[in-house]
C-alpha cells in the first residue's frame, strides 16, 4: 500500500538559517503530492502541493519538487524564522483512495 | 467564507460515556475523514467517507462509530469501548477522495476525566 517516510524530528535551528525535511513515499499510480503545516492546538493547513512529476510548489518561501525517480519530495526554505516553528506533515493522495500521511517532524526556530 | 467547523473545540468525558465530535463543511466537498492525534504524534486515520450514507473503517475505528447521512456533516461517536480517548481529534474534507488538497478543521481536544 501507500506510505510516507519523514526525517525524524525535532528539528531545532536558529533563524535565518537553511531548512531541508526529507519526504520520500511509496504509491501505486501518479500520486499528488502536498506538505502541510500545524500550529499548536490547530489543525493542519495546506503549505504547498505538487500534482505531477518535475512540479514544484511553494508558497511563503518554502519550496518542494516532485521527484519520481527518488520518490521524494522534499521541504526546504533558504532562511527560517521563528514564525516558522511548527509540525510538517508530508503526505500524498492517489486518486480513488484514502490520504496518506507522515508521522510529522516537529521544527523549532530559535531567535 | 467556505470551510471545516468543529464543535466543541474542548470535550470532557466521564469514563463509561458516549460522546459526539460535530463536523460540518460547507465546501461542498465529498470525501470526509476523521483522524486522531496524540501528542507527539502523526495522524490515524479513524473513518472515512466518500458519498453520502456510505464510510470505511480506518486504521484504528474499533471503539468509534460515523454517520453520513448528509453530504454537510460527518459525526464521530466515542464509545465507551474505546478504552483510550483521550486525544486531539480532527475532521478533514476533500472535493474527491485522495488526489485532491485536505481542508481540516481547528480540532476537538477531547479528556476523559
Known amino acids: 500500500g501507500d506510505s510516507v517516510t519523514q526525517m525524524e524530528g525535532p528539528v531545532t535551528l536558529s533563524e535565518e538559517a537553511f531548512l531541508t525535511i526529507n519526504c520520500t513515499y511509496t504509491?501505486?499510480?501518479?500520486?499528488?503530492l502536498f506538505w502541510y503545516v500545524q500550529y499548536p492546538g490547530e489543525g493542519l493547513q495546506l503549505l504547498l502541493k505538487a500534482t505531477k512529476a518535475d512540479d514544484k510548489g511553494s508558497n511563503k518561501g518554502f519550496e518542494a519538487t516532485y521527484r519520481k525517480e527518488t520518490t521524494s519530495f522534499h521541504l526546504e526554505k533558504g532562511s527560517v524564522q521563528v514564525s516558522d516553528s511548527a509540525v510538517y506533515f508530508c503526505a500524498l493522495g492517489t486518486s480513488g483512495s484514502r490520504l496518506t500521511f507522515g508521522e510529522g517532524t516537529q521544527l523549532t526556530v530559535n531567535p | 467564507d467556505g470551510g471545516i467547523t468543529q464543535s466543541p473545540k474542548y470535550l470532557f468525558r466521564k469514563e463509561g460515556q458516549n460522546v459526539t465530535l460535530s463536523c460540518e463543511q460547507n465546501?461542498?466537498?465529498?470525501?470526509m475523514y476523521w483522524y486522531r492525534q496524540d501528542p507527539g504524534q502523526g495522524l490515524r486515520l479513524i473513518y472515512y467517507s466518500q458519498i453520502v450514507n456510505d464510510f470505511q473503517k480506518g486504521d484504528i475505528a474499533e471503539g468509534y462509530s460515523v454517520s453520513r447521512e448528509k453530504k454537510e456533516s460527518f459525526p464521530l461517536t466515542v464509545t465507551s469501548a474505546q478504552k483510550n480517548p483521550t486525544a486531539f481529534y480532527l475532521c478533514?474534507?476533500?472535493?474527491?477522495?485522495?488526489?485532491?488538497?485536505?481542508?481540516f478543521g481547528q480540532g476537538t481536544r477531547l479528556t476523559v476525566v
Open positions: 478533514a474534507s476533500t472535493k474527491m477522495t485522495g488526489a485532491a488538497e485536505a481542508f
Open positions: 504509491a501505486t499510480g501518479y500520486p499528488s
Open positions: 465546501l461542498n466537498h465529498d470525501a
